[in-house]
Nanobody, 121 residues
């Protein structure tokens, strides 16, 4: 499956962004979809994930009150709504696909190219 993320940008602290990730290729609904982020000099970290049907969602504890992950299987797209953004949320955000739910980025087989999110103070 090929993934392409978009929706990043520059936003002021307290603002919101909605990231999208469009999939093509193999059946989108087979995969758990995850979002990860990587800041300069830091390891890639789990942000959120959603089950194949969308019935289960998972969030990083540090961000869970500010995030909503969703998916539209007929449109082969997963979304990440981020609210109350903080400067420490600045990172490249990646979408990824896996056959099961993991928080370890190494368990995801397919990756999008990343979209930059920059939050100014």
């Amino acid at each position: 499956v090929q993934l392409q993320a978009c929706g990043g940008g520059l936003v002021q602290a307290g603002g919101s962004l909605r990231l999208s990730c469009a999939a093509s290729g193999r059946t989108f609904s087979y995969y758990v979809m995850g979002w990860f982020r990587q800041a300069p000099g830091k390891e890639r970290e789990f942000v959120a994930a959603i089950s194949q049907s969308g019935g289960r969602t998972y969030y990083a504890d540090s961000m869970k009150d500010r995030l909503t992950i969703s998916r539209d299987n007929p449109k082969n797209t997963v979304y990440l709504q981020m609210n109350s953004l903080k400067p420490e949320d600045t990172a490249v955000y990646y979408c990824a696909a896996s056959g099961a739910y993991y928080t370890d980025y190494r368990m995801y087989n397919y990756w999008g190219q990343g979209t930059q999110v920059t939050v100014s103070s």
